[in-house]
C-alpha cells in the first residue's frame, strides 16, 4: 500500500470509507475535463465539503499527476477523518504528499508548507486545499520572515488567553491592524509575534515579499462554486458521516495532550466533540455546533475566494 509522501516519511493511519467517499470514484459530478491543461500544474481551491479532491483525483489519474495538499489543518496527524484527508484507499489509489505528516505540537506555517511544496513542483502536480493563504502565497509569493522565538509565541498564548484578541490588536502597528482581519484570531496572534519579535509590522514584511514559486500565469488555477443550500446539506450529512467513521475517537486520542493555542486544534469540530467528551453537552448539541462552525467557514471562504480570486477559474461543484 502506498503510504502519504511527507518530509517526516511517516504512513497515514487507516480511515474507513463511508458515503462521502466519492473522491475514489472516477465520474464524480464535475463533467467534461477537456478543458483542464494536461500539462501545466493545476491548482483547486474551493470551501469546505465542495467536491475539491474528488476533482483532483480524476485530474490526477487522467494525467498521472502527484495530488498536493494545500489543506492548513490536513497537514497534522491526529487529523484524518475530522478533516476529511484521503482516506487509505485513496492514498493507495493514487500518490498524495503533505497530508498527516505534521506532529500535534509541532510549528506549521504558511512558510512551512511553501518550503515543502518547492521540490514537488518538478512533478507534475495537482494542488488542492481550502486554505486561500498557502495559494496566495504560492502563486503571489511570500515575506521572508525570521522565525519567530518560542518565549514569543507563548506570551502570545498568554495574553490571547487572559485578555483576548483585542488586546493583541492593541499591540499591532496601525498599518497592520487597519489590513488585517479580526476575526481570525490566528492570523492576529501571528501579526502580534511578528511584531513583537522582528519590530516591524507584518504588512511591512508583506509588502517587501519576494518573487512566487508558481506565478499564476504558470499555471490552471480553479476555485470551485457551489449553491450554498446544497454545500449546507452536504456540510450537515458529512460531519455526522465524520463522527460515525471515528472523528470522536480522534478527538478522544488527542485529548490527554489538548493544547488549545496550537495549530492543529483549530480542527473544526475537535473543540466541539471535545466538549462532549467532557460532558459539558451531549453529542447531537456537539455535532450541532460543529455544523455550524463548518457552515460559517465555508460562508468565509467564499468571501475571500471572490475578494482575493479574480483570476481564477470558476467551476460549479457538482
Known amino acids: ?38 500539462e501545466a500544474p493545476v491548482l483547486i481551491a474551493g470551501p469546505t465539503a465542495a467536491g475539491k479532491s474528488a476533482l483532483a483525483m480524476e485530474i490526477a489519474a487522467r494525467d498521472g499527476r502527484l495530488i498536493v495538499n494545500a489543506d492548513a489543518l490536513q497537514v497534522f496527524a491526529p487529523w484524518r477523518v475530522l478533516t476529511a484527508r484521503p482516506s487509505v484507499a485513496d492514498e493507495a489509489a493514487l500518490p498524495h ?3 498527516g505528516h505534521v506532529a500535534a505540537d509541532a510549528d506549521y506555517s504558511v512558510g512551512h ?15 488542492v486545499g481550502g486554505t486561500g493563504l498557502n495559494f ?25 488567553a487572559a485578555e483576548g484578541i483585542a488586546a493583541l490588536l492593541a499591540g499591532l502597528d496601525p498599518a497592520t491592524a487597519a489590513a488585517i482581519d479580526r476575526q ?8 502580534w509575534e511578528v511584531q513583537q519579535a522582528t519590530g516591524r509590522g507584518l504588512l511591512e514584511w508583506q509588502q517587501a515579499t519576494g518573487a512566487p514559486l ?33 472523528a470522536l475517537e480522534e478527538v478522544r486520542a488527542a485529548r490527554p495532550t489538548w493544547t488549545p493555542a496550537r495549530p492543529y486544534a483549530r480542527a473544526i469540530g475537535a473543540p ?17 455546533a460543529a455544523t455550524i462552525a463548518s457552515r460559517q467557514y465555508a460562508k468565509r471562504q467564499r468571501t475571500w475566494f471572490r475578494a482575493r480570486m479574480a483570476g481564477w477559474r470558476r467551476l460549479a461543484a457538482p
Open 1 to 38: 500500500m502506498t503510504a502519504t509522501v511527507g518530509p517526516s516519511g511517516a504512513a497515514a493511519s487507516p480511515r474507513t470509507p463511508g458515503v462521502f467517499e466519492e473522491k475514489s470514484k472516477v465520474g464524480s459530478g464535475f463533467g467534461n475535463l477537456a478543458g483542464i491543461s494536461r
Open 97 to 99: 504528499a503533505l497530508y
Open 113 to 127: 508548507w511553501l518550503r515543502e511544496v518547492a521540490p514537488l513542483l518538478a512533478r507534475p502536480v495537482v494542488i
Open 136 to 160: 496566495r502565497a504560492l502563486t503571489e509569493g511570500l515575506a521572508d520572515i525570521p522565525p519567530v522565538p518560542a518565549e514569543v509565541r507563548a506570551a502570545g498564548d498568554r495574553l490571547r
Open 184 to 191: 481570525n484570531g490566528a492570523r492576529v496572534q501571528r501579526a
Open 214 to 246: 508558481l506565478p499564476l500565469a504558470g499555471a490552471e488555477p480553479i476555485v470551485l462554486d457551489a449553491d450554498v443550500g446544497w454545500l449546507n446539506d452536504r456540510i450537515a450529512r458529512r460531519f455526522r458521516q465524520m463522527v460515525a467513521e471515528g
Open 272 to 288: 466541539e466533540l471535545l466538549a462532549h467528551l467532557e460532558r459539558r453537552i451531549t453529542l447531537d448539541a456537539a455535532i450541532e
